[in-house]
C-alpha cells in the first residue's frame, strides 16, 4: 500500500534543496521510502538532483524534471531555484524511462514505456507520465499507453518546461539526465484511485487561422502562407520573435462540442506552440489540414470561477473524501509572468484549501510546465495553458 509525502523549498545550492526537501518529507526516515518524483526549476543540476538523491537513499527510485517553478505544501514559488518532491514508500508502482522522445516517434516510444511497465506490474490503473516539452506529439503518447492499459486507465502528468523560452527541458532518471527523454510511473495499489481534471480562463476571439497544411504535429501552412510567418503577423510581432514571445500571449484555440465545453467550462480546448524551425510550427498534438485556430485572451474572472468549479467538482464527485495526495500540472503562462503574485497565491489557496484535512494541506506536488494530462468526456486528453488537478483518493 503506497504512502505519500512532499516538501518544497527555494534554495540556491541543489544539493543542499534536495536534503532539505527529504528531510521535512521523510522525517529522517529514510528508509521508508522507494521512490522519489522531483520538480526542480530550471537554474538547477539535474545530475546534483540525482546524486544527492542516491547518496542520501540508495535504494529509492528518482526521477525529475525541469519546470518553470512548483506548487507544494507550503505554496508557491517561481524563482530559478526551486524544488519540490514527492516522496513515496511501497512497492506498488513500475517505472519505465525512454530517451530521444520526439513528435514523429512519439507512438512508437509512448508504446515502449507500456510496454515495460505492464511486464513488470500487473493491475496497473493510473499511469504518471512526464515528457519532454518540446517537439512531442501528445496525443500519440496517449493513444500508445492505451494500446496497452485500455481506455480505462487514467494518464496525468505534465510536459516539462524551461523559463517560458522553448529552448530546452530536462528528464531526469536515476542517474541519466535527458532533454529528449520520457519516464512513466505505472501506479498498481488496488486501493488508491486518481480523479482528474482541467481548466483554462482564456477566451477566443477574432477570425479563427486554418491549418492549410500539416504533417503530424508539424503545422507548415495557415490560411495558405508560412506558418509561423502568419502567426507572428496575427499576434502583432516582428520576425525575430521567438517561441518565448510567443508563449504568454499566443494560446491557439481548437473548438470543442457542446457537451465537452459544458464540462470543460469553456468553448475551447488551447494548445501552445513550443518551437519552430523555419516557419514550420511545432504544435503539442497531432493537428489535421481543416482545423481552424483562434487567437484567445486571458480573462483572469474566468480563471477564478473555473478553478473553484472544478475544486468543488472533483470534492463533490469523491464524496466530500479527503485525498491522501495530489499531484498539479499548471502551465506556466497561468504563473507569475501573466499574473502578479498576490493573484497567483490567491488561486493556488483557492485550489488547495477544499483539500485540507484538519487544517493541513495534503502532499502536494505541483509545477508550472509546457503542458497537462487530465481526462475530458471521459477521455484521456492533453490540455495546454490550464490548471490540472489528479486527486488520489484511498477507497
Known amino acids: 500500500m503506497l504512502q505519500f509525502s512532499s516538501a518544497s523549498t527555494?534554495?540556491?545550492?541543489?544539493?543542499?534543496?534536495?536534503?532539505?526537501?527529504?528531510?521535512?518529507?521523510?522525517?529522517?526516515?529514510?528508509?521508508?521510502?522507494?521512490?522519489?518524483?522531483?520538480?526542480?526549476?530550471?537554474?538547477?543540476?539535474?545530475?546534483?538532483?540525482?546524486?544527492?538523491?542516491?547518496?542520501?537513499?540508495?535504494?529509492?527510485?528518482?526521477?525529475?524534471a525541469s519546470c518553470c517553478g512548483v506548487v507544494g505544501r507550503e505554496g508557491v514559488s517561481e524563482s530559478m531555484k526551486d524544488i519540490a518532491m514527492m516522496a513515496i514508500k511501497g512497492s506498488d508502482y513500475a517505472l519505465a524511462s525512454t530517451n530521444d522522445l520526439y513528435g514523429h516517434n512519439s507512438y512508437e516510444k509512448a508504446l515502449e514505456l507500456a510496454h515495460s511497465l505492464v511486464a513488470q506490474k500487473q493491475g496497473i490503473n493510473m499511469i504518471y507520465f512526464l515528457g519532454s516539452g518540446i517537439d512531442i506529439d501528445n496525443d500519440l503518447c496517449i493513444k500508445a499507453f492505451e494500446a496497452v492499459f485500455g481506455p480505462e486507465v487514467t494518464i496525468f502528468g505534465a510536459t516539462s518546461s524551461d523559463n517560458m523560452k522553448g529552448y530546452v527541458s530536462y528528464q531526469a532518471v536515476n542517474d541519466t539526465v535527458y532533454e529528449h527523454g520520457a519516464y512513466a510511473i505505472g501506479f498498481c495499489d488496488p486501493t488508491l484511485t486518481v480523479d482528474t481534471q482541467a481548466t483554462h480562463g482564456f477566451i477566443a476571439i477574432g477570425e479563427p487561422l486554418v491549418v492549410t497544411k500539416s504533417e503530424g504535429h508539424i503545422i507548415k501552412?495557415?490560411?495558405?502562407?508560412?506558418?509561423?510567418?502568419?502567426?507572428?503577423?496575427?499576434?502583432?510581432?516582428?520576425?525575430?520573435?521567438?517561441?518565448?514571445?510567443?508563449?504568454?500571449?499566443?494560446?491557439?484555440?481548437?473548438?470543442?462540442?457542446?457537451?465537452?465545453?459544458?464540462?470543460?467550462?469553456?468553448?475551447?480546448?488551447?494548445?501552445?506552440?513550443?518551437?519552430?524551425?523555419?516557419?514550420?510550427?511545432?504544435?503539442?498534438?497531432?493537428?489535421?489540414?481543416?482545423?481552424?485556430?483562434?487567437?484567445?485572451?486571458?480573462?483572469?474572472?474566468?480563471?477564478?470561477?473555473?478553478?473553484?468549479?472544478?475544486?468543488?467538482?472533483?470534492?463533490?464527485?469523491?464524496?466530500?473524501?479527503?485525498?491522501?495526495?495530489?499531484?498539479?500540472?499548471?502551465?506556466?503562462?497561468?504563473?507569475?509572468?501573466?499574473?502578479?503574485?498576490?493573484?497567483?497565491?490567491?488561486?493556488?489557496?483557492?485550489?488547495?484549501?477544499?483539500?485540507?484535512?484538519?487544517?493541513?494541506?495534503?502532499?502536494?506536488?505541483?509545477?508550472?510546465?509546457?503542458?497537462?494530462?487530465?481526462?475530458?468526456?471521459?477521455?484521456?486528453?492533453?490540455h495546454n495553458y490550464t490548471t490540472a488537478l489528479y486527486v488520489i483518493y484511498r477507497n
Open 221 to 382: 501552412e495557415l490560411n495558405g502562407k508560412p506558418a509561423w510567418t502568419e502567426y507572428l503577423n496575427r499576434l502583432g510581432l516582428n520576425d525575430k520573435s521567438d517561441c518565448g514571445n510567443t508563449i504568454p500571449i499566443g494560446a491557439l484555440a481548437e473548438k470543442l462540442s457542446p457537451e465537452l465545453a459544458k464540462e470543460y467550462g469553456n468553448d475551447h480546448i488551447l494548445r501552445v506552440v513550443t518551437k519552430h524551425e523555419g516557419d514550420n510550427m511545432y504544435y503539442a498534438t497531432t493537428c489535421p489540414e481543416g482545423t481552424a485556430l483562434w487567437l484567445t485572451v486571458r480573462d483572469e474572472e474566468v480563471i477564478f470561477s473555473e478553478m473553484e468549479r472544478i475544486v468543488q467538482n472533483i470534492y463533490s464527485r469523491n464524496n466530500h473524501q479527503k485525498p491522501i495526495a495530489v499531484f498539479h500540472a499548471d502551465c506556466l503562462a497561468r504563473g507569475r509572468f501573466l499574473t502578479d503574485r498576490i493573484l497567483k497565491e490567491e488561486l493556488v489557496y483557492k485550489m488547495q484549501t477544499p483539500f485540507y484535512n484538519e487544517g493541513n494541506c495534503p502532499p502536494w506536488l505541483g509545477m508550472y510546465g509546457f503542458g497537462e494530462f487530465a481526462r475530458l468526456g471521459g477521455k484521456n486528453t492533453y
Open 10 to 64: 527555494r534554495i540556491v545550492n541543489t544539493k543542499r534543496g534536495v536534503a532539505e526537501c527529504l528531510e521535512v518529507a521523510c522525517d529522517g526516515n529514510y528508509d521508508a521510502v522507494d521512490l522519489l518524483i522531483f520538480h526542480a526549476s530550471i537554474g538547477h543540476d539535474f545530475q546534483d538532483i540525482l546524486q544527492e538523491s542516491k547518496r542520501l537513499v540508495p535504494h529509492a527510485n528518482v526521477v525529475a
